[in-house]
Each structure stands twice: as structure tokens, then as C-alpha cells.
């Protein structure tokens, strides 16, 4: 089984418009409501995928994101917690330009935490991959994540542990590694300057322009810091994963792209999908942006199928056991 906890889960709303002027009367074209949230997003395309999977959130029972969640048919698990979960509202014009307004979300209470700590161990001891993914909610603290590693380790040494975060949280991660590391970690471009402790900007405008040489060179210092795998999204770019063993990169196949939201999400997804079907790490890589393309090529945070996957255009190469000269090196 695969399960999945979000910290922070959402009702994610799109509105989809021609376009996006400040200060205008906008008029929407189209809209929907899902339950949302990336361990919720890797858990739909997962379940979609016909795996067993079991997603953990904090939730009272008559929460909107309840129903939405129980009408995806995604075993859900929940803890209570005061407050509504939050809403993500996304607005994506016609070019595919995508505006998003994400709210805090409710706050945990340290008994609230500690109910999910141990639900995160009680789920975690019967699983054969644990994804812990999503921002951290108002209340708890900003090196959960390291913790809940140790958690799942406690629990289940076995696990593969799969971690997609940012900004403070990722960060704390990082700096706690004594404490858990996980088997995976997933950012994109920015976040691993967050990880790396580089800006995150010039990675991203390094792969914009074709050049992943950078990305590779950053990915694999963290590598060597006891990481054992690194997927690192790019967008249009594509994306490059990178272990112990080796480094590949891959380009996404044509694809008219409608919305970004859930694309990283869907990524994950498919790369954990290839892990635990056995396939080498170029296939997981291929899994991966295929899934990713997928997704961003669907309207709203629509979670794409297998069968909306275009293995065959999605190229991936070895990279060279090189350094650049980038960064001042």
C-alpha cells in the first residue's frame, strides 16, 4: 500500500477566464472543485493508476474537502481539527498563465499534531511507500517534516519515504538530516536552491535555456550529503533525477499546456508509480515528466490516467559525469 499524509490539505477552485486584468469585472469561462493538496494529488493519480493507497489529512467529518475527497473515491483518513481546511483558488487564462491565491489554512494545536504523528506511524507501519508532501499549516513547526521521517522510520524501517515541500519546511529538512532523510526528495528548480542554499533563480534560468548542467551539478552536492534520490522538476524543461549511481535528464514530449497545478504533484506520482514496479531509474524518470506533462495539459488540477501518458515522446538521456564551471567554480 502507498500512503500518503498532507499537513496541509485544501479545496482547490479553478477558474478558468481569456483572460486576467487587475481592477476588471473577469468573466469565467469555467470552473470546478476538488479536493486538493499534493499528498492528496499523488494519492488520486496513484489510485488512478488501480494501487492501493490510503491519504491522511486533518479534517473535520463535515468538511466540504470530506465530501469532495469521499466523491474522487479516495480513502481518506483523517484527523479532526478546528477550522475549515483552506481554499487554493487558481486562475488560468487562455495562454495557460496561471494566477494562484492559496490560503494559511486551519491551525494545529499540539494535541492535534501529536494525533497525527500517530496516525502517520499506524498507517506508515502497513506501507510499502510513505509520501509526505505539501506545505506546513499555522501551528506546526517548521522541522516537522525531519520528525515525521523519524516517525516513519520508527515504524516501518522498510518504507520508501518521499518527501515534496518548500521554503521553510524544505529548508528545515535539509538542516535535520541527522534527524531523518528521506529516500526521496522532490522540488523543482527553486527549491533546490532552497536545499542547496543557492538562489534558486539561476537554476531555473539555466534550465529555461536548455542548460541542465547546473541543475545536475547542485542536485548531486545534495546527493552527496546522504540523499539517496533527487527528482528535480523543471517545467517545460522537463526534469533530472539523480542518485549515488548516476544522473538522467528528460524532455517532456509537445503538449499544449492548460494549467500547472498538480503538474509536480502528478510527477511525483508517476516517479513513485515506476519505484514500486520495479523499473530502473531512467523508466522512473520517463514515468515521471510523462506524468507531469499529463497533468499540466489537463484543465483545472484534473489528475491524469495512465492512459493519458505519452511514454513514447518523453526522451531521457544519461548525463555526463561532468562539472561546469557555473557558480564560480
Not at 502507498?2 to 479545496?11: A, D, R
Not at 489510485?47 to 491519504?55: I, Q, R
Not at 551539478?217 to 546527493?223: F, K, M
Request: with cysteine.
Amino acid at each position: 500500500m502507498i500512503f500518503t499524509f498532507t499537513p496541509n490539505p485544501s479545496v482547490d477552485v479553478t477558474f478558468t477566464v481569456d483572460s486576467l486584468t487587475a481592477g476588471e469585472v473577469i468573466r469565467v469561462t469555467t470552473s470546478s472543485r476538488e479536493p486538493g493538496g499534493k499528498g492528496i494529488n499523488v494519492a488520486h493519480a496513484l489510485l488512478k493508476a488501480g494501487e492501493s493507497v490510503l491519504a491522511l489529512a486533518p479534517a473535520h467529518d463535515t468538511d466540504p474537502f470530506v465530501a469532495l475527497a469521499h466523491e474522487a473515491h479516495i480513502p481518506l483518513r483523517t484527523v479532526a481539527v478546528d477550522g475549515n481546511v483552506r481554499a487554493n483558488t487558481t486562475i488560468t487564462d487562455a495562454t495557460g498563465v496561471t494566477t494562484k491565491l492559496n490560503e494559511q489554512g486551519a491551525r494545529l494545536t499540539p494535541d492535534t499534531i501529536a494525533a497525527l504523528e500517530d496516525a502517520v506511524a499506524t498507517s506508515a507501519a502497513m506501507s510499502d511507500v510513505v509520501v509526505l508532501a505539501g506545505s506546513l499549516p499555522p501551528g506546526a513547526p517548521y522541522d516537522w517534516y525531519s520528525t515525521l521521517v523519524a516517525v516513519v522510520r520508527q515504524a516501518n524501517s522498510d518504507a520508501l519515504i518521499a518527501v515534496d515541500t518548500s521554503d521553510e519546511p524544505l529548508i528545515a529538512l535539509s538542516e535535520g538530516m541527522d534527524q531523518g532523510t528521506p529516500d526521496i526528495i522532490k522540488p523543482n528548480g527553486y527549491e533546490l536552491g532552497q536545499l542547496a542554499g543557492i538562489d534558486g533563480h539561476t537554476l531555473e534560468d539555466a534550465a529555461s535555456n536548455g542548460d541542465l548542467s547546473y541543475v545536475v551539478e547542485v542536485a548531486r552536492s545534495v546527493v552527496c550529503r546522504g540523499v539517496p534520490e533527487l527528482l528535480v522538476t523543471l517545467g517545460s524543461a522537463g526534469a533530472c533525477l539523480v542518485t549515488a549511481d548516476g544522473a538522467w535528464v528528460a524532455t517532456p514530449p509537445p503538449s499544449l499546456i492548460r494549467s500547472t497545478v498538480g503538474a509536480g504533484d502528478s510527477a511525483l506520482a508517476g516517479y513513485v508509480l515506476a519505484r514500486i514496479r520495479g523499473l530502473d531509474s531512467p523508466e522512473a524518470l520517463r514515468h515521471s515528466v510523462a506524468y507531469g506533462t499529463a497533468a499540466a495539459s489537463n484543465p483545472g488540477t484534473a489528475i491524469p490516467t495512465p492512459h493519458d501518458l505519452d511514454l513514447e515522446h518523453t526522451v531521457v538521456s544519461t548525463f555526463p559525469n561532468q562539472r561546469s564551471n557555473k557558480g564560480g567554480e
